[in-house]
């Protein structure tokens, strides 16, 4: 593709954010107070800091997830595959306060290593974390968690994930989602 030749279209800024798409798409799973787990879909989300370790989760105060994490101060990051794709959507559109997710996406609760939230076993990675911060940004509240354990798939991940074995989800926007096919390349860099 030569970028020199192509022409720029404008792009509304209330959907500028698609830009940045695809996005790596997580189940956060939290529980609250009285215990009733939770699982929202989410593309919103990223690592933050090495040392401490911290990922960062974006969610609007209106979902349910919101309060859940603001009781109990702590989740868990799954990582879903496309195995898991029509749950994955399910877990994003109905809402907690009215259903059971884990029940009626037939997911399987793993208990929490160092949390009280419980992992998605059907996911192929998981990260617990505790609230480290949370910033109010605009229409949503970026939680920073500090990542407290983190475990997944002897298959599928080693120092990295096997793309043939891991086939994870991208958000490309609205309902459309895509997944990584094969390792490219890795280029040899120059020290310097």
């Known amino acids: 593709m030569n970028t020199k030749r192509m022409r720029k279209a404008k792009i509304a800024i ?16 939290c529980v609250g107070k009285k215990g009733k787990p939770n699982i929202i879909t989410l593309a919103w989300a990223m690592p933050t800091s090495i040392n401490p370790p911290l990922v960062a989760i974006s969610i609007a105060p209106r979902r349910h997830s919101h ?94 994930y096997d793309l043939k074995k891991a086939k994870m989800i991208f958000h490309l926007g609205g309902n459309d989602f895509a997944t990584l096919a094969q390792k490219v390349f890795t280029p040899k860099l120059r020290t310097y």
Do not use: W
């Open 14 to 29: 209330g959907s500028a954010y698609r830009l940045l798409h695809p996005m790596h798409t997580v189940l956060v799973s």
């Open 67 to 160: 309060a859940l994490i603001e009781e109990t101060k702590e989740f868990v990051v799954n990582i879903p595959t496309m195995d898991i794709l029509k749950e994955t959507l399910f877990c994003g559109r109905a809402s907690g306060r009215n259903h059971d997710k884990f029940k009626e996406a037939s997911f399987t609760r793993l208990r929490g290593r160092k949390v009280k939230a419980p992992a998605i076993k059907e996911c192929v990675a998981h990260i617990e974390c505790k609230l480290h911060s949370q910033i109010t940004t605009g229409d949503h509240t970026i939680f920073v968690g500090e990542i407290i354990e983190a475990y997944a798939d002897k298959e599928a991940f080693k120092k990295e």
